[in-house]
């Protein structure tokens, strides 16, 4: 499995966001779900949750998405 440190630099990210657990998933499931995500490589799934240390801490849970696609082989060389 890839190291997710690398994704930082060789991946893209998609972040959904939603009050609870059942909106993060929920959301999540449709970006999956959708026709365009048929090419993709997941590499990392990091849960979030803003707190108090956020100055504009507004209490949502976010779900970043590490992920590379197939249609677009330079990612996997880490060119731009």
Do not use: C, N
Not at 5 to 18: E, F, N, P, R, Y
Not at 26 to 36: E, H, K, L, N, R
Not at 47 to 73: A, N, T, V
């Amino acid at each position: 499995m890839p190291d997710p440190l690398d994704a930082v630099t060789t991946a893209q990210l998609h972040t959904v966001s939603g009050v609870d657990y059942a909106d993060v998933f929920t959301a999540a499931a449709a970006w999956f779900a959708a026709p365009a995500q048929t090419d993709v490589a997941i590499w990392s799934l990091e849960l979030d949750q803003q707190g108090r240390l956020y100055i504009e801490s507004d209490e949502r849970l976010y779900l970043e998405i590490y992920y590379q696609r197939f249609d677009k082989p330079h990612l996997l060389r880490g060119e731009s």
